[in-house]
């Protein structure tokens, strides 16, 4: 019997290619994952900040229904005291209260009903954002 020795290339470890492969493969998903972290973390930073300046309008919101109608003619001393009340953090957080009375609109009305605007504004990642909520306030 003849026999044909057949040649096999040795294989004495990784070659360059196969490193070179291998780490551009490790660049490439460690680059897709930390991407993700970057985005969800970014995500859960926003709705946090977001829910923070919810409850801050709410606040308010139930405050100006605590109040009598004549009680909030005067917003500025109104705004100071709210943010006194609530503890909302003027460095995150830019609060304006405006007002509407409906006898603005129709002289011929009686004044007994007035929209207090109450709006948050605030910045995150070089975006201004900002939660605008109509609270309608009824003379009783």
Not at 31 to 37: E, M, N, S
Not at 42 to 68: T, V
Not at 78 to 90: D, E, M, R
Request: hydrophobic share 40%; aromatic share 8%.
């Amino acid at each position: 019997m003849n026999e044909e020795k057949i040649k096999i290339k040795k294989e004495n470890g990784a070659t360059g290619l196969d490193v070179a492969t291998g780490a551009l493969i490790f660049i490439l998903f460690t680059t897709v994952i930390l991407t993700l972290y970057v985005q969800i973390y970014k995500q859960s930073a926003i709705i946090k900040i977001h829910e923070n300046a919810m409850g801050y309008i709410i606040q308010i919101c139930e405050d100006i229904d605590m109040r009598e109608y004549g009680e909030i003619e005067n917003l500025q001393e109104y705004t100071n005291l709210i943010i006194a009340k609530t503890g909302l953090p003027l460095d995150k957080y830019t609060l304006t209260l405006t007002q509407e009375k409906y006898i603005d609109s129709h002289p011929e009305a009686q004044d007994i009903v007035k929209r207090i605007n109450v709006n948050i504004r605030y910045n995150f990642d070089g975006q201004d954002r900002e939660i605008e909520v109509n609270k309608i306030k009824v003379k009783e």
